[in-house]
């Protein structure tokens, strides 16, 4: 093999593992040395810094215009020998350590090697379960209140990015290490979702999701009472969902039609939906009768009932002369989620 093939050949190489700082360094020297060289060749056209810089840059990117050009037979040697081959070189180096960055960012972020410690305000699910978790995906992407501040996905599995566009993706080693909710940014997402593969595992990582004292609302899925009520019995202020579906094929067949009224009051795509909301912390109290009202004939909504505090159970159809208090937390069946800036609280009281 030629001697010069080999020197290339370890340019190459010795560019490839350049930090951005010293390949600019390097083009800034070559840039330099080229003009001096032109200047020495009596170049005059070339002397000014300005069209130097410019016809190197349209040389070295192999644009080459032709409105500038060395004129002397020494300047063109020079241009022959050193400009267009440093120049060439430099450029696709740079193309070549550019693509290369971006391709390891996406595969980075596809494979969960990516952290997102300052998101703020978004929905994280824990949990890998195959299509359930898709679907689950799917669902809160399709809801603005739950997408619109970005949805972060943890799981312990070898897979990548499920939802590459509207999802990103955290893997861990274990749902059970409380530091690796970090990279989530889990202390400062709005709600969370831990539906791990079984009882043991969701509880596990909510015990180390809770570690992190999260500011959101935190749902755990259990398949067995008994479990729900150990994480309950410390933190009594998570949602636990337990299966519902022998409760709902038992009045179904009592009374016809229950199943299809409870699908769509879940439904996220469309229909009239349950939707909840947060009294304000400065209200006064309020009149439950006039918060029905009030939500029927402003909102098109229909106030189920509210919930006098965290964790609490909900009050379902209560009596008209009931006092709803600060923070206390409204259901409602409507089209679409009422914006509590649009209600005049002062007024309700």
């Avoid at 060749?41 to 032709?66: M, Q």
């Avoid at 098109?300 to 009050?315: C, E, F, N």
Wanted: with cysteine.
């Amino acid at each position: 093999m030629p001697v010069w093939i080999r020197l290339m050949r370890a340019f190459h190489r010795h560019l490839a593992l350049m930090s951005w700082g010293a390949l600019l360094g390097v083009v800034l020297l070559h840039s330099v040395t080229s003009w001096q060289l032109m200047r020495f060749a009596g170049e005059e056209k070339l002397a000014n810094i300005t069209d130097w810089f410019y016809y190197y840059l349209v040389t070295a990117t192999t644009i080459g215009y032709g409105d500038l050009s060395p004129q002397t037979p020494l300047g063109r040697w020079i241009a022959t020998l050193w400009l267009l081959p440093g120049g060439v070189t430099l450029f696709a180096m740079f193309i070549g350590k550019a693509t290369t960055g971006l391709i390891d960012t996406w595969r980075r972020r596809a494979m969960g090697k990516h952290s997102y410690p300052e998101m703020s305000g978004h929905t994280v699910v824990v949990g890998w379960k195959g299509r359930h978790t898709l679907r689950m995906l799917d669902l809160l992407a399709q809801d603005s209140a739950t997408d619109n501040e970005g949805i972060v996905l943890i799981a312990s599995d070898s897979i990548e990015n499920p939802r590459p566009d509207h999802v990103r993706f955290v893997r861990v080693e274990s749902l059970a290490d409380p530091a690796c909710y970090q990279r989530a940014g889990v202390a400062a997402a709005a709600r969370i979702i831990v539906d791990g593969v079984n009882d043991e595992q969701t509880l596990a990582a909510a015990f180390a999701v809770l570690a992190n004292k999260p500011c959101g609302h935190l749902v755990a899925t259990f398949d067995r009472g008994d479990t729900c009520a150990v994480l309950k019995a410390h933190y009594p202020e998570v949602e636990c969902v337990l299966p519902l579906r022998v409760e709902v094929m038992v009045r179904a067949a009592q009374d016809a039609g229950s199943s299809a009224v409870a699908a769509e009051l879940l439904s996220v795509a469309s229909g009239a939906t349950q939707f909840s909301l947060r009294v304000p912390a400065q209200s006064q109290d309020l009149a439950y009768g006039k918060l029905f009202n009030a939500f029927r004939q402003e909102f098109g909504a229909t106030l189920l009932g509210y919930a006098a505090g965290v964790g609490a159970a909900p009050s379902l159809s209560p009596p008209d002369t009931d006092r709803v208090a600060a923070n206390a937390t409204l259901y409602y069946i409507a089209e679409r989620r009422v914006d509590p800036a649009r209600i005049k609280w002062s007024a309700l009281g």
